[in-house]
Nanobody, 122 residues
Framework: QVQLVESGGGLVQAGDSLRISCAASGRTFSRYTMGWFRQAPGKEREFVAALHWSGTNTLYAGSVKGRFTISRDNAKNTVYLQMNSLKAEDTAVYYC???????????????WGQGTQVTVSS
């Protein structure tokens, strides 16, 4: 069992940077691929980024590649999403998730956090 709690969301201006975090509980955290998804009002939840449990492989959505960086600290049971050059279209609730598979598919993720709101004003 893995429990996830996101933090660090907020209101920023376009062009700013923001780092959100996800604290995990559970002894097997280090063996899960960790992912970030987001959901804007009226839209489906979409994949943002994923990081293999080893920390050596990453996946990014095309819309964030080059601007966002996912990282993890297994010693602290925490995964991060560093977001740079934020745009108004990045506004969404951001969810942390854990999967036993290395995947960008929503259906592969077994555990989800409650989400943290990121709002980018233009």
């Amino acid at each position: 069992q893995v429990q996830l709690v996101e933090s660090g969301g907020g209101l920023v201006q376009a062009g700013d940077s923001l780092r959100i975090s996800c604290a995990a509980s559970g002894r097997t955290f280090s063996r899960y691929t960790m992912g970030w998804f987001r959901q804007a009002p009226g839209k489906e939840r979409e994949f943002v980024a994923a990081l293999h449990w080893s920390g050596t492989n990453t996946l990014y959505a095309g819309s964030v590649k080059g601007r966002f960086t996912i990282s993890r600290d297994n010693a602290k049971n925490t995964v991060y999403l560093q977001m740079n050059s934020l745009k108004a279209e990045d506004t969404a609730v951001y969810y942390c998730a854990a999967s036993p598979l290395y995947s960008d598919s929503y259906y592969s993720y077994d555990y989800w956090g409650q989400g943290t709101q990121v709002t980018v004003s233009s």
